[in-house]
C-alpha cells in the first residue's frame, strides 16, 4: 500500500468517526515553532495545563514518539 492510499483510509475514517478535518503531516523538528512554544510556556501561557511542559522534547520533535518509525519520501 502506497503513502496515498494509506493517506486516503485515514481520511476516509475520520469522515465516517465524525470529524469534519483531517490533516496528515510529516513528523519533523520543529525549529520556530520550538522556541515559541518555549517562549509561551516560559510566560505561564498554558495556565492549569501542567501537561504541556511535559516530554518538551518530544513536543518539538514528533519523530521521538517512535524511535523506530520509517520516515517518508
Not at 469534519?20 to 495556565?47: F, P, S, T, Y
Not at 516530554?55 to 520516515?71: A, E, N, Q, V
Request: net charge neutral; aromatic share 6%; hydrophobic share 35%.
Amino acid at each position: 500500500m502506497n503513502l496515498s492510499e494509506r493517506t486516503n483510509i485515514i481520511r476516509q475514517k475520520t469522515i465516517e468517526l465524525g470529524f469534519e478535518h483531517c490533516g496528515i503531516a510529516k513528523a519533523r523538528l520543529l525549529d520556530e515553532d520550538a522556541r515559541r512554544l518555549e517562549q509561551w510556556l516560559n510566560k505561564g501561557m498554558h495556565g492549569n495545563m501542567q501537561y504541556m511542559e511535559n516530554h518538551f522534547d518530544m513536543r518539538i520533535d514528533p519523530s521521538k514518539l517512535d524511535p523506530g518509525h520509517k520516515k517518508a519520501d
